[in-house]
C-alpha cells in the first residue's frame, strides 16, 4: 500500500513541475516531455492497481472539464496515461479474438 502513495506522490509531483515549466517559466525546454510521459505512466499505474483510484480517475475527469489540459506536454501525460489504461485492455481483447478463432477454425464465418 506505502508504494501507491509513494508513486502517487512522484506522479502529483511531475505533474505540477510539468505545469510549472508550462505556465510559469513558458519553458521549451524537452524535459517537460519527458515529465509529462513519466506522469502519465504513473497516473495509469495508480489507476490499474491501487485501492484508491477513484480519486484519481475524479481528478483527470475535473481536468478535463476545467480545460486545464491546455499544451502539449499536458497532452502527451493523457495519452500515456490512456495508453496504459487501454492497451492492456486491447492485447487481452486480441488474445481472446485469436483464442476464438483457434477453436472455431476460421475468422471468414462471420
Wanted: aromatic share 14%; net charge positive.
Amino acid at each position: 500500500m506505502i508504494i501507491y502513495l509513494v508513486v502517487a506522490l512522484v506522479a502529483g509531483f511531475l505533474v505540477k513541475i510539468v505545469d510549472w515549466l508550462d505556465d510559469e517559466r513558458k519553458s521549451k525546454h524537452p524535459v517537460k516531455y519527458f515529465f509529462a510521459i513519466l506522469y502519465g505512466l504513473l497516473v495509469g499505474y495508480i489507476i490499474g492497481a491501487a485501492p484508491f483510484s477513484g480519486i484519481f480517475i475524479a481528478a483527470l475527469i475535473a481536468q478535463v472539464f476545467a480545460r486545464k489540459v491546455d499544451t502539449t506536454a499536458h497532452e502527451l501525460g493523457f495519452l500515456a496515461l490512456f495508453t496504459v489504461l487501454i492497451l492492456p485492455a486491447a492485447l487481452l481483447a486480441f488474445r481472446w479474438a485469436l483464442r476464438r478463432a483457434r477453436v472455431e477454425g476460421s475468422l471468414t464465418q462471420f
